[in-house]
């Protein structure tokens, strides 16, 4: 079963205005960590915002914040007043700390800010 | 943040041949690294995980005398390649922890085998 799952495969946004990426995950684990990263073209994976299982309040990171629902399983991103330089690969991932130390992965999603 | 870098960052081959790439960490030490592929508007893959002074452990489907990985150092790990053939053609990038809950990742390699 897909441990990660982005349903977005590319969205379009306005700049300036802000978007929203979808992710739900699947763990039995407890104790977990949610990231987002981001991947422009050039490849590098540049880290964005991390959540963490037992935190109380939604993580915000500048322009970044994170919506998690816990019970629904979501953790999604939500970027504020889209830049141009925005337009990337992003993906979601996760890592449960009682079992394993690797970043399992989403599909991504391609975000690309219009002008 | 912590740095990792990689080398080369991109590399064309020719078939049958083997090629090594480096990951580094240059202001930390990492008793762990990770090697992922990435084909074209793809996931990351995650191929194995190298541990510092020990044999690396492969994730399943995953080729350990083909890739073959050696973490000689806390801030050296190597991705080895052999007899490449084009579908091996793909975007490594590696990444390592600096403390239990960072990790960071370089800038990827590129490889093309011809």
């Known amino acids: 079963a897909q441990k990660i799952t982005q349903t977005q495969p590319g969205m379009f946004v306005q700049e300036k205005e802000a978007v929203t990426l979808d992710c739900t995950y699947d763990?039995?684990?407890?104790?977990?960590?949610l990231f987002w990263y981001k991947q422009p073209s050039s490849g590098e994976m540049i880290f964005l915002i991390y959540q963490g299982s037992y935190d109380q309040q939604n993580a915000t990171e500048g322009r970044y914040s994170l919506n998690f629902q816990k019970a629904r399983k979501s953790a999604n991103l939500v970027i504020s007043a889209s830049q141009l330089g925005d337009s990337a690969m992003y993906f979601c991932a996760m890592r449960e700390w009682g079992s394993a130390r690797q970043l399992t992965f989403g599909s991504g999603t391609q975000l690309t800010v219009l002008p | 943040g912590a740095v990792v870098s990689q080398h080369p960052s991109w590399v064309i081959c020719k078939s049958g041949t083997s090629v090594k790439i480096e990951c580094r960490s240059l202001d930390f030490q990492a008793t762990t690294m990770f090697w992922y592929r990435q084909f074209p508007k793809q996931s990351l893959m995650l191929m194995a995980t190298s541990n510092e002074g020990s044999k690396a452990t492969y994730e399943q489907g995953v080729e350990k005398d083909k890739f073959l990985i050696n973490h000689a150092s806390l801030t050296l790990s190597t991705l080895t390649v052999t007899s490449a053939h084009p579908e091996d053609s793909s975007f490594y990038i590696c990444?390592?922890?600096?403390?239990?809950?960072?990790?960071?990742f370089g800038p990827g390699t590129r490889l093309t085998v011809t």
């Open positions: 763990t039995s684990d407890p104790s977990y960590g």
């Open positions: 990444s390592a922890m600096a403390t239990t809950y960072e990790q960071y």
